[in-house]
């Protein structure tokens, strides 16, 4: 049989192995998982839009996908207690990404229906009565703003320089990403060609791991110590 | 419109407005007519006049829901209720603060305190502890401030006179976080 899975990029490898799976109509067991590994390792091995922080998940459900498919060829194989614990844990995990997949598109269709209830403000047209406390004096008063004060935590020296670095970062993190945005693709030496010194790079390096994290930019790096290239994730 | 459709409407035009509503800005946001509109406000009052805990107001050409006048001991039971237990201590910080610190938004004092405090100063604002004053920057949303009378009853004429005053209201903790 040929089955192409959809192009679009699949958010996490529990998605992409419910989509294959119900696609044949089939519930999710062990069964049916062992039937899809081959299309689910398929679609790893050709789709490069999975992007480096994705790609240890998608991994990691590769190789129990592949423990669930030798058990089906070869029934007589044995596990460890640790695997057996491994398969299990991944039927659990997909039955409870489709019971909450299926309620978020039902909450989706909720949201986008747009029915909401408005309250009120409690006790609208109440007037005011004063009602001061008793026993109650001006020193009170003082005493609990005193004690606030004294909550909140006292400000050092050297945390400031850590909130200045901060800035730095976030400085750098636009400034990369304007470079990207007029590029489109750019390489990570490129954009520390012109760093003054260590911190410089480094600060750089940081900014695109945050970038990554925040699927800003999307990277590619051939092999260890190869250019790292960087581009607008879409 | 269908009238059932139209009285439901109204009542919740009512009911979120809490203030009088002129039956005319009823119509225009309904989209009914006027007389229909006069149809439903009757079929809605009919209801109430069933038992129940609402009823609608009407004075010259306005409209208000209100609690129904056959419950007005339970519902001054409870308002008391809610001013007369003691001042809770968040109560109490948030009363300091506002003194110290007002006029300033819930934002001001939500970051300061760390936590929601709208039921606070709701029923610091029924006791008569603060008063809530229109916003000059921001149209929508109001300051707070101790009120007079509560200044007053603490043998004070105005904030200035409160114990140390002048350096606690510009202690610079309290100068951090709001300018966070």
Excluded at chain 1, 40 to 63: D, T
Excluded at chain 2, 35 to 54: C, H, K, S, T
Excluded at chain 2, 59 to 66: G, H, P, R, S, T
Aim: proline share 3%; glycine share 4%; aromatic share 6%.
């Amino acid at each position: 049989m040929i089955y192409k899975v959809k192009t679009d990029k699949f958010e996490g490898p529990m998605e992409l192995l419910l989509e294959l799976i119900e696609k044949e109509k089939m519930d999710v067991t062990e069964l049916s998982m062992a039937r899809v590994a081959g299309e689910y390792l398929e679609y790893i091995k050709n789709n490069e839009a999975i992007c480096l922080e994705h790609l240890s998940e998608f991994l990691s459900v590769a190789s129990r996908l592949i423990l669930i498919k030798s058990r089906s060829l070869l029934p007589t194989l044995k596990f460890s207690d640790e695997e057996e614990e491994e398969i299990k844990d991944l039927t659990l995990q997909l039955e409870e990404y489709k019971k909450f997949k299926e309620a978020s598109e039902k909450l989706g269709k909720i949201v986008a229906a747009k029915k909401v209830s408005y309250s009120r403000e409690g006790f609208g047209g109440v007037r005011s009565v004063f009602y001061p406390p008793e026993n109650f004096n001006l020193f009170d008063l003082k005493k609990y703003f005193e004690l606030i004060l004294a909550e909140i935590p006292i400000i050092e020296e050297l945390q400031e320089e850590i909130v200045a670095e901060v800035v730095t970062l976030e400085e750098r993190i636009n400034e990369l990403e304007m470079k990207i945005r007029r590029k489109m693709e750019t390489s990570f030496s490129d954009l520390v060609a012109n760093a003054s010194d260590k911190v410089e790079i480094i600060i750089s390096f940081l900014a695109m791991l945050e970038m990554i994290k925040q699927r800003v930019v999307q990277v590619e790096q051939g092999e260890l110590f190869s250019e790292i290239k960087l581009s607008m994730s879409s | 419109m269908d009238q059932d459709k139209l009285k439901s409407i109204v009542e919740s035009i009512l009911f979120v407005s809490g203030e009088p509503v002129k039956i005319s800005r009823l119509a225009k946001v309904s989209g009914a007519a006027r007389p229909e509109v006069e149809n439903a406000l009757m079929a809605l009052q009919n209801d109430y006049a069933r038992n129940r805990g609402m009823v609608i107001i009407k004075k010259e050409d306005e409209v208000q829901m209100a609690t129904s006048p056959e419950n007005a001991e339970t519902i001054s039971e409870l308002v008391k209720s809610e001013i007369q237990e003691n001042l809770s201590r968040s109560a109490l910080e948030t009363l300091s603060i506002v003194a110290y610190r007002g006029p300033m938004t819930r934002a001001d004092i939500e970051a300061i305190r760390g936590v929601n405090c709208s039921f606070t100063l709701r029923s610091l604002l029924m006791r008569g502890l603060l008063e809530r004053i229109d916003n000059p920057e921001n149209s929508r949303g109001y300051l707070y401030k101790i009120s007079f009378e509560f200044l007053k009853k603490m043998g004070v004429d105005s904030v200035e006179k409160l114990p140390d005053w002048e350096s606690l209201s510009k202690d610079a903790r309290i100068e951090n976080i709001i300018s966070e």
